[in-house]
């Protein structure tokens, strides 16, 4: 297969990780014949200071004409700390998302069982946790009509949806279900809010056409509480833009760390794979930052045209690394291994995919290691 791929590194971290995940596109290209054409465009921070717009239209256009964006990380002290900043990072992935008409952020929670020992959570808690997240991602709070009186003491954002609006990424969270375990659960806060009324409204009408699939309601502030107490009662959770962004970095770290976790955001014509993580401004260049989640990224790419082979072969490396301990210190403190490392033992188990493969552990604990 032949892909265009426009790779935004962003800030921060971004780049270190971004690098690992086309390490191992580019395995899965060598291992399965495919070609992949990669373009480097900027975002966020770094667009700022060199073209002050997070978003310059050069790299809109090249999203527009790629078959997929990989995605970095985005965001920057200086505009974090700054309550004044007209312009921020964050604006260039908001209109990224608008833009490409990126509807959907589809984002997986699965605890690895070699990695129970890291989550704050008790391992019976979390044992055998597995579900999706599908977010809202161009409607709501975020994209509202927003308002401040002149003398600054008083502001509004509006949270507006539309039946078309919620009608189409329920339909795609509706056919997740269907291939997983058959259960849906709608996130909202209908006992309050008028708009969640509406996605109750429209999320139940369009149920009636996946009747194999059980629908659930539960409130917001409930979810939150569940997604701690019992996260394996859920299958697929289907949300608004705000609660979307707020439960799925709450599901993050059920795994022990939240550089594991992937993401993509999907529309009719395009779509976008990313890390959830930070831009993590304290790690940058330090060659400790997980790559792990952004190689996942580049796995849901593959998944996404239908690669499903070569996205198995990605995912199968990755538990390779985690079941030798070839990972970076926020799984284990006491790691040597850096994120090139990681990023280099997971393209070179694409390679060779050899479940039997053998191990030198003497040098493991070195910090290096050798395929025999």
């Given at each position: 297969?032949?892909?265009?791929?426009?790779?935004?590194?962003?800030?921060?971290?971004?780049?270190?990780?971004?690098?690992?995940?086309?390490?191992?596109?580019?395995?899965?290209?060598?291992?399965?014949?495919?070609?992949?054409?990669?373009?480097?465009?900027?975002?966020?921070?770094?667009?700022?200071?060199?073209?002050?717009?997070?978003?310059?239209?050069?790299?809109?256009?090249?999203?527009?004409?790629?078959?997929?964006?990989?995605?970095?990380?985005?965001g920057d002290p200086k505009y974090d700390n700054n309550p004044d900043?007209?312009?921020?990072?964050?604006?260039?992935?908001?209109?990224?998302?608008?833009?490409?008409?990126?509807?959907?952020?589809?984002?997986?929670?699965?605890?690895?069982?070699?990695?129970?020992?890291?989550?704050?959570?008790?391992?019976?808690?979390?044992?055998?946790?597995?579900?999706?997240?599908?977010?809202?991602?161009?409607?709501?709070?975020?994209?509202?009509?927003?308002?401040?009186?002149?003398?600054?003491?008083?502001?509004?954002?509006?949270?507006?949806?539309?039946?078309?609006?919620?009608?189409?990424?329920?339909?795609?969270?509706?056919?997740?279900?269907?291939?997983?375990?058959?259960?849906?659960?709608?996130?909202?806060?209908?006992?309050?809010?008028?708009?969640?009324?509406?996605?109750?409204?429209?999320?139940?009408?369009?149920?009636?056409?996946?009747?194999?699939?059980?629908?659930?309601?539960?409130?917001?502030?409930?979810?939150?509480?569940?997604?701690?107490?019992n996260p394996s009662q859920f299958d697929v959770i289907l949300t608004?833009?705000?609660?979307?962004?707020?439960?799925?970095?709450?599901?993050?770290?059920?795994?022990?760390?939240?550089?594991?976790?992937?993401?993509?955001?999907?529309?009719?014509?395009?779509?976008?794979?990313?890390?959830?993580?930070?831009?993590?401004?304290?790690?940058?260049?330090?060659?400790?930052?997980?790559?792990?989640?952004?190689?996942?990224?580049?796995?849901?790419?593959?998944?996404?045209?239908?690669?499903?082979?070569?996205?198995?072969?990605?995912?199968?490396?990755?538990?390779?690394?985690?079941?030798?301990?070839?990972?970076?210190?926020?799984?284990?403190?006491?790691?040597?291994?850096?994120?090139?490392?990681?990023?280099?033992?997971?393209?070179?188990?694409?390679?060779?995919?050899?479940?039997?493969?053998?191990?030198?552990?003497?040098?493991?604990?070195?910090?290096?290691?050798?395929?025999?």
């Amino acid at each position: 297969m032949n892909l265009k791929i426009a790779l935004l590194a962003g800030d921060g971290i971004g780049p270190e990780v971004l690098s690992q995940a086309v390490k191992c596109l580019q395995a899965v290209e060598e291992t399965f014949n495919h070609n992949f054409v990669y373009r480097e465009a900027p975002v966020g921070a770094i667009a700022i200071d060199k073209h002050g717009d997070p978003l310059p239209e050069k790299t809109l256009n090249l999203c527009e004409e790629a078959d997929a964006v990989l995605f970095g990380a985005i965001g920057d002290p200086k505009y974090d700390n700054n309550p004044d900043a007209k312009v921020r990072p964050e604006q260039g992935l908001l209109k990224l998302r608008k833009e490409l008409g990126l509807f959907a952020n589809i984002r997986p929670v699965k605890v690895f069982p070699k990695l129970l020992k890291n989550s704050p959570l008790k391992p019976e808690i979390i044992s055998g946790t597995d579900f999706t997240i599908y977010r809202e991602l161009t409607g709501g709070i975020y994209f509202g009509e927003k308002k401040i009186n002149a003398e600054g003491t008083e502001a509004s954002d509006l949270c507006s949806y539309t039946e078309k609006e919620i009608s189409r990424i329920a339909h795609l969270a509706f056919k997740a279900a269907k291939n997983r375990k058959n259960k849906l659960t709608l996130v909202d806060k209908a006992n309050v809010l008028e708009s969640s009324r509406l996605w109750r409204k429209v999320v139940s009408k369009i149920g009636e056409s996946y009747p194999e699939v059980k629908l659930e309601y539960m409130f917001v502030d409930n979810a939150a509480m569940q997604i701690i107490l019992n996260p394996s009662q859920f299958d697929v959770i289907l949300t608004e833009n705000m609660f979307g962004d707020i439960i799925s970095d709450e599901g993050s770290v059920i795994g022990g760390s939240i550089g594991l976790l992937a993401s993509a955001s999907v529309g009719t014509d395009s779509a976008m794979f990313e890390p959830i993580h930070g831009s993590y401004p304290q790690a940058k260049g330090q060659d400790i930052a997980n790559p792990i989640a952004s190689i996942l990224s580049a796995a849901m790419l593959l998944e996404h045209f239908k690669l499903f082979e070569e996205a198995m072969a990605v995912r199968e490396a990755v538990d390779k690394s985690l079941k030798k301990g070839i990972v970076t210190p926020d799984l284990d403190s006491k790691s040597q291994y850096g994120t090139n490392h990681v990023g280099d033992f997971i393209a070179e188990n694409i390679v060779d995919s050899d479940d039997d493969f053998n191990m030198n552990d003497e040098n493991i604990d070195l910090g290096k290691s050798t395929i025999i």
